[in-house]
């Protein structure tokens, strides 16, 4: 149960115990105000009839006792006069009138007595005073008995007790509705605001604040919550920045580790495989034109390995050496369309399609020309390797507000999250069965860190792969 439905039901709650509270006692009051003006009247009534009755009762005169109660029966047709005699014989009564043993025994009380009384008859619904009637000289002449209907004073009652239940039931609706509208400005609205600025720090989110300007203890709260949201995302930032420094430090580190390692190994190799390697290569070249085909074929074998081993040699001197590039203005275009003119011939011969897209504009950058180069040869390469027969390859050039994009596009089997993990690692290749040295895509991550760029892969396995170089714009780009 929420905290304004709670606090609404215990307001509703309370008021409903005091103004129920007030209204019995309005009630009552009402009730005993009623029957007290009843029996007053009562008391006028038979005090006055008592001397004129007693009078006629002295003078043996009952026709004047019927002709008095007649009279009244026109004044007050509510009002009903029973009048026995000292023996207690009926000597008049109003018409319609009932004789109940309750006014039987309040009149016998009344003419024991000689004490007026007033009383309920249950019996007849009936208020009604009981008297005797005496002579000048204080003998007994017989009993009056006047009763009064109650019924008015029942309706006046019901009326009162259902104004005073309205009042009591719309008094809680009011309470219930002006609590629940007041619950929801006041409590549930800032709270629920609160929970969402939580949500938010809970999902990452140190940017969003909780804005409720209220000058009570759930502003303060409010206030508190978003100064707390800056000091996390200040941390947070600082630790990130920590973070990525200590990334960027292991992953530098790392790097020149592996360049070391290649840089010696492809130093060693060129000096220990180089010469003894070129003599190869040239004897199996003499064996070319050999008149056995046998022969030939041995000897093309033994060429095409020999330059294979020397493209992995050239490849291992590339990244040990770390040319720096010769950076200067370049339209991107123009070593793209070099590259795909180059490859477009071996796309053919497979059965893929090549594209170039947006090639029509200009895209200036700062770089490189034959390391630009490089890069979309082995990007272009590689999707070729992965894109079956019939496929498309779509490059394409597009320009952002900060930066140039290269994207490479292939409909080829794709890239799984583990291989994805390990692209760019220098002799990681899952092409190793068909010749792949995986180094290619170790080169152009290479130069794409020499051209403080970015390169990203977009890939899962059956859906293609999308590598995307993003080059940044400056000053001295054109365009």
């Given amino acids: ?127 009604v005073y009981a008297a005797p009637l005496a002579n000048d000289d204080g003998s007994a002449l017989g009993t009056i008995a006047i009763a009064r209907s109650i019924d008015d004073i029942d309706a006046d009652l019901a009326r009162t007790l259902s104004r005073l239940v309205i009042v009591v039931v719309a008094f809680s609706v009011a309470t219930m509705g002006v609590g629940l509208l007041l619950g929801t400005y006041a409590v549930t609205r800032p709270i629920a605001s609160l929970l969402t600025g939580v949500r938010h720090v809970r999902e990452g989110d140190f ?11 759930i502003g303060e709260l409010t206030n508190e919550f978003n100064r707390m949201i800056e000091a996390l995302a200040a941390s947070r930032g600082k630790f990130e920045t920590e973070a990525e420094a200590r990334r960027r430090l292991e992953r530098g580190l790392g790097e020149v580790d592996k360049l070391v390692t290649i840089g010696q190994l492809s130093a060693g190799l060129a000096h220990e495989i180089g010469s003894p390697l070129q003599v190869l290569s040239g004897r199996a070249s003499t064996l070319l034109d050999h008149t056995d085909p046998l022969v030939r074929r041995q000897a093309e ?145 290479t130069i794409v860190t020499d051209h403080k760029a970015s390169i990203d892969v977009t890939s899962s396995p059956g859906a293609g792969a999308e590598f995307v170089v993003s080059f940044p714009l400056d000053e001295k780009s054109h365009g």
């Fill in 1 to 127: 149960m929420s905290i304004r439905l709670r606090f609404t039901l215990a307001l509703t709650a309370v008021g409903v115990v005091l103004f129920g509270t007030w209204a019995l006692w309005s009630y009552r009051s009402e009730r005993g105000d009623l029957y007290t003006a009843a029996t007053n009247e009562l008391r006028l009534i038979g005090q006055s009839l008592r001397t004129s009755l007693s009078g006629s009762l002295r003078d043996k005169q009952p026709a004047d006792v019927n002709e008095t109660i007649e009279a009244l029966e026109t004044l007050a047709p509510a009002i009903y006069i029973h009048v026995h005699d000292a023996n207690g014989r009926d000597v008049a009564r109003s018409k319609g009138a009932e004789q109940s043993d309750e006014t039987e025994q309040l009149m016998a009380s009344a003419s024991a007595t000689h004490m007026e009384t007033v009383q309920l008859d249950h019996t007849t619904h009936r208020l």
């Fill in 301 to 445: 074998l033994l060429v095409g390995q020999c330059d294979r081993i020397t493209r992995i040699v050239d490849h291992l001197l590339s990244l040990g050496r770390r040319k720096p590039p010769a950076i200067g203005p370049i339209d991107l275009v123009t070593p793209t369309r070099v590259v795909l003119d180059l490859v477009t011939a071996e796309a053919r011969k497979r059965g893929v399609n090549i594209e170039l897209a947006d090639a029509d504009k200009e895209h200036w950058i700062q770089g490189d020309a034959d390391q630009l180069q490089q890069i979309v040869l082995n990007l272009v390469r590689n999707a070729l390797a992965a894109t079956p027969q019939g496929g498309c390859i779509t490059v394409s050039l597009e320009k952002t507000a900060d930066a140039e994009l290269l994207r490479v596009k292939d409909t080829g089997v794709g890239i799984d999250e583990h291989t994805k993990q390990h692209l760019f690692e220098p002799f990681f290749t899952t092409r190793a069965s068909v010749g792949g040295t995986g180094l290619g895509l170790a080169v152009v991550k």
């Fill in 207 to 217: 940017v969003t604040r909780v804005s409720e300007a209220r000058h009570d203890e």
